[in-house]
Nanobody, 125 residues
Framework: QVQLVESGGGLVQSGGSLRLSCAAS????????MGWFRQAPGKEREFVAR????????YYADSVKGRFTISRDNAENTAYLQMNSLKPEDTAVYYC??????????????????WGKGTLVTVSS
């Protein structure tokens, strides 16, 4: 089984930046598509970004497009989410997820096979 551990969350002012990391176990990390999701207080979990197994294909939610960048380093078994120009509405617990497939063509969280426990991002105005 794959284990995912997020890190890098914290408190940042509006307009600032944070970089989240997702460390994965297992030798098969490089064959898995990855995604980031978030859940704000009182709201449903929502899709943020996804990346294919090689990193060549990415996709973003409209709410973060142009501000966030998803990437991965398969040699380090790590996925990243660079978050720039943060807004208070970005405040949420951010979750890393993996799917046992090279690609993801959906934004549905139930398509993912493994989940981290989340890291909290708080953006102050």
């Amino acid at each position: 089984q794959v284990q995912l551990v997020e890190s890098g969350g914290g408190l940042v002012q509006s307009g600032g930046s944070l970089r989240l990391s997702c460390a994965a176990s297992g030798r098969t990390f490089s064959t898995y598509a990855m995604g980031w999701f978030r859940q704000a207080p009182g709201k449903e979990r929502e899709f943020v970004a996804r990346i294919s197994w090689s990193g060549s294909s990415t996709y973003y939610a409209d709410s973060v497009k142009g501000r966030f960048t998803i990437s991965r380093d398969n040699a380090e078994n790590t996925a990243y989410l660079q978050m720039n120009s943060l807004k208070p509405e970005d405040t949420a617990v951010y979750y890393c997820a993996a799917r046992r497939s090279r690609y993801i063509t959906t934004t549905e969280g139930n398509a993912m096979d493994y989940w981290g426990k989340g890291t909290l991002v708080t953006v102050s105005s």
